[in-house]
């Protein structure tokens, strides 16, 4: 059994910043990439950015110059630094991973998805 497990999220102002950090464990061997994706009210999951073991990172262009993903291999945590946060920024921002268990099999596991709300 597999969690990710999400915190970080919240209501910031116009211009503000969160991090958001995303935690893997259970009974895993190994984990690829990593990212985040988000869903807005009224439209579809789009990636936000992800990043590979070996640390490529890739991101949408909506985002680059402010969102930084990271991640540290050792805790099995991607971290989401979004800086200079827009309202259009709105959405439950979700923690994806693929992750080789120890049957072995790798399988695309989902959080639970944590709320960043941006507004005055």
């Known amino acids: 059994q597999v969690q990710l497990v999400e915190s970080g999220g919240g209501l910031v102002q116009p211009g503000g910043s969160l991090r958001l950090s995303c935690t893997a464990s259970?009974?895993?061997?190994?984990?690829?990439?990593m990212g985040w994706y988000r869903r807005a009210p009224g439209k579809q999951r789009e990636l936000v950015a992800d990043?590979?073991?070996?640390?490529?990172?890739n991101y949408a262009d909506s985002v680059k110059g402010r969102f930084t993903i990271s991640r540290d291999n050792a805790k099995n945590t991607v971290y989401l630094q979004m800086n200079s946060l827009k309202p259009e920024d709105t959405a439950v921002y979700y923690c994806?991973?693929?992750?080789?268990?120890?049957?072995?099999?790798?399988?695309?596991?989902w959080g639970q998805g944590t709320q960043v709300t941006v507004s005055s």
């Open positions: 994806n991973a693929d992750i080789l268990t120890v049957v072995p099999v790798t399988i695309n596991y």
């Open positions: 259970g009974s895993i061997t190994g984990i690829y990439t």
């Open positions: 990043i590979t073991s070996g640390g490529r990172t």
